[in-house]
Every structure is written in C-alpha cells, then in structure tokens.
C-alpha cells in the first residue's frame, strides 16, 4: 500500500474508534484501535493513538491517564501545535476534575485558556466534547472566564 493511503487508512481508522469511544463503547473502541494498528502505529499516528487510548482508559485508571495526557499536552506544545496541546490540556482538567482535583483542573483550564489565547483562537469549532466544554466552563477562573463560554459541544452528545 502506498505510504500516503497507508496513512489515511490510518487516520480513518482512529477516528472509528474516536466515534466508538464518544458513543459509550470503551471496550469497542479500545478493540478498533488494536486492530487498526495490529504491529503498532505508524510514526505519524504514534502520538493520536496514545492520546485516544489515554481516553479509552481515562474512567478506569484516571491517575495514568492523565499522567500520559500531560506528558502528550506538553510534546505538542513544545512542537508549536497549540490547539491540539489546548484540547489535550483540556483532558488534563477533565481528568484532574473527574478525580477530585479541582485545583489542578483550574490551573489545567487557565494553560489551557493561555495556549488558545496565544495562538490567537478564541472560538472553537463545533467538536469539543461536552466532558471538555463542561470542565472548562466549571473550572475556568474569573480572570479567564470569557476563555470558556466560546466552547461548544455538538448536539446531542
């Protein structure tokens, strides 16, 4: 298979199991990724299929998870892709609220709120999680409340 098809195969099949995961079907979607990539990623998905296998597992071991999203929201944002180190900052909060750790996700949100702010994109697009818009609405401090409310979620999610 031609490199390039090789990796749109890639791609589509990552975002099959995303559509699995935000259905409700964890396992499902945990199933897809392993057979999407049977002998591993290739170097241009390494990163997309550790950041969605963090969220396949983020309800049952929230500590790793978000452990591995931290790490994977830094190495973007070195890399100077801001929105996805926003959206993955976004899953560090959302991690952190999911455990309790309301003062983590706060300063979570505020970088997260930083980054979109610096790369000059005060809007998003109409895909956010509502778990993301949800965590940054409720843990965005005062100083930073306008960051949120121009988050949506797409209906019906």
Avoid: K
């Avoid at 897809?32 to 396949?56: N, Q, W």
């Amino acid at each position: 298979m031609e490199r390039g098809l090789e990796e749109l195969v890639g791609w589509t099949r990552s975002r099959a199991a995303w559509l699995r995961l935000v259905s409700g079907a964890a396992r499902d979607a945990a199933d897809a990724l392993r057979a999407a990539f049977p002998s591993g990623p290739l170097d241009e998905h390494r990163d997309a299929v550790a950041a969605l296998g963090a969220l396949i597992r983020l309800s049952a071991h929230p500590g790793t998870s978000r452990a591995q999203l931290a790490e994977l929201a830094s190495a973007y944002e070195r890399r100077g892709d801001a929105l996805t180190a926003f959206t993955l900052t976004l899953w560090v909060a959302h991690a952190d609220a999911l455990s309790g750790r309301t003062g983590a996700a706060r300063r979570y949100v505020a970088h997260a709120c930083e980054i979109g702010a610096a790369a000059g994109f005060p809007r998003s697009n109409s895909w956010w999680s509502p778990e993301l818009v949800g965590t940054a609405r409720e843990s965005a401090p005062l100083e930073l409340a306008d960051c949120a409310p121009p988050l949506h979620a797409p209906p019906g999610r």
